[in-house]
């Protein structure tokens, strides 16, 4: 009996198996990332993304440089130099609390960059609490935050429904 006769069915058996079992695992890994990406979109970003339709003009509008001197309290002249400042913080304060609500639900699906600018936003928040007073930059911070999450809106949006990712 010839050895050739077992031998190259049997390596073919065991080549083909092995092709098929890497293809399989590439097809799951494709499948639960896609999966997540769906869960990003539907549970997260959506959300984030509306607020970032609805608010970031608005928020950009609402910055203002007030000129050295243009105010006066007690006799005295302010701001002493040429100083970035806000109209009504108030509603940029509760905008922050929507969003951390948001986050907080579903902070395992931000993305890692995201997720660091959304942590920026709440230090400054933390050093507010502890009397360092008022910062404008948090809201320079929120503005950025809304801005990157319509970009990575739009490229999960894209990897999502199988588009090329375009630079924006």
Known sequence: MKWELIIIPLITTVFTTIILY???IKMKNKST???ITEQKL????NKLFTYSLKYSDRLEKSFYIAHKGQFEMDG?????????????TEPW?????????IIHEKVHLLDQEDLRNWHAIEL????????????VQKY?????????IS??????????HGKKVRNY
């Open 76 to 88: 005295e002249e302010f701001p002493v130099e040429d100083t970035l400042m806000i109209h009504e």
């Open 93 to 101: 304060d509760n905008l922050i609390k929507e969003i951390r609500e």
């Open 140 to 148: 320079k911070k929120l503005e950025m935050f809304l801005i990157d």
């Open 22 to 24: 890497i293809k399989e």
């Open 124 to 135: 400054i928040e933390v050093d507010e609490e502890f009397g360092k007073g008022s910062n």
């Open 33 to 35: 990332e896609r999966e």
């Open 151 to 160: 970009l990575r809106y739009f490229a999960l949006y894209n990897k999502y």
């Open 42 to 45: 539907k549970e997260l970003y």
